[in-house]
């Protein structure tokens, strides 16, 4: 088994290195990481829906898709990430996330494995849990809320759920916890991740250190710009859905409705009670926006050559933006 623990915490990077080495290496590999503040949805979930766009904005929290199943998660450097890749059939959502109740019950925590992913301790969960199969080969990873700002997460994931309408998979949110609450005695979250790496090599005999090569940093770094980094695969790729906003404007109260197919807009209906500057205007302004990518930059761009009020009296360009996310 390959054993690997870096100290690199950019979310593109730690997620592109998963799948390299999912994809690319035949041997089992256990792998410890952390990530600085980001929001890792799952793979068939819309990302708008999962996150608070403004707080995620203001904080400068970076968004992710992963390439497993299952919900939103928030990661801190206060919260540990572990995976294990193997061969298909060599284990399961309980058997790789035993060696971490292991360790936490030798230090003395009552940590259980619940549920369909979850682990808990005392009722509250410290750590969900996802997997994926590609090509007979496993990847099983999951997170340990190890010293987090709980406050940080509730904020980043809170949504309006009357914004959205779909089908995707939506996160189920439980009450959470802190290991680092129930430890009897005080432990850093790196004496964390060593004790839990010193299991593995003592559980697994084969285990021996990997450390990158050049060659895995330039295939890593080419997965982050083409994939990790992109617009497309974080937004673009949420299954097709309905949002829903109304705003109140000096032109009056303005509803946007838009259904959102391929990361595009493909509909767009106005609503309110605001004027128009010119009968039958309205369905020509809507037209402008069909096939337009949903995203914020794009957007924007458009705007540059519409000028909102020569459609709807006395609303602006910034408004029709600020309703439409």
């Known amino acids: 088994m390959l054993c690997i623990y870096h100290d690199n915490t950019n979310p593109y990077h730690n997620l592109a290195t998963e799948e390299y080495f999912f994809k690319n290496f035949s041997e089992p590999i256990f792998m410890l990481w952390r990530n600085e503040s980001a929001i890792i949805v799952g793979k068939y979930q819309n990302t708008l ?27 801190d450097l206060g919260n540990l990430n572990y995976t294990f890749i193997a061969r298909e059939g060599d284990g399961d959502f309980r058997t790789f996330s035993q060696p971490v109740i292991d360790v936490l019950r030798q230090l003395g925590v009552p940590a259980t494995f619940e549920g369909r992913n979850d682990l ?3 009722g509250q969960k410290f750590s969900g849990n996802a997997q994926c199969a590609y090509n007979g080969r496993i990847l099983h990873h999951g997170t340990l809320l190890f010293c987090s700002e709980i406050s940080d997460l509730s904020a980043a994931l809170r949504v309006d759920p009357l ?70 695969w974080n937004f673009g790729n949420s299954p097709q859905y309905d949002f829903s906003k109304t705003i109140r404007t000096a032109g009056g109260n303005l509803q946007v409705n ?53 459609f709807l009296l006395n609303i602006t360009n910034e408004d029709m933006l600020a309703a439409m996310f």
């Open 163 to 232: 914004k959205f309408q779909d089908k995707s998979v939506k996160s189920v949110r439980k009450r959470v916890t802190n290991i680092s609450e129930h430890l009897p005695r005080p432990l850093s979250i790196l004496e964390f991740a060593d004790l839990i790496m010193k299991h593995i090599q003592a559980k697994f005999s084969d285990c021996q250190m990997y450390h990158f090569t050049q060659y895995d940093e330039e295939q890593i770094q080419r997965l982050i710009s083409e994939k990790y980094e992109t617009w497309e």
């Open 258 to 310: 838009l259904h959102i197919k391929n990361g595009s807009i493909s509909e767009m209906k106005i609503s309110g009670d605001f004027f128009v500057v010119r009968d039958n205007e309205i369905e020509k302004f809507e037209k402008l926006f069909e096939n337009q990518l949903y995203n914020e930059d794009n957007l924007k761009q458009l705007f540059t050559g519409i000028r909102t009020e020569d």
């Open 120 to 122: 808990m301790i005392n």
């Open 49 to 75: 829906a999962e996150i608070n766009v403004d707080y995620v904005k203001e904080n400068h929290i970076k968004v992710v898709r992963r390439i497993t199943g299952g919900g939103a998660v928030f990661h």
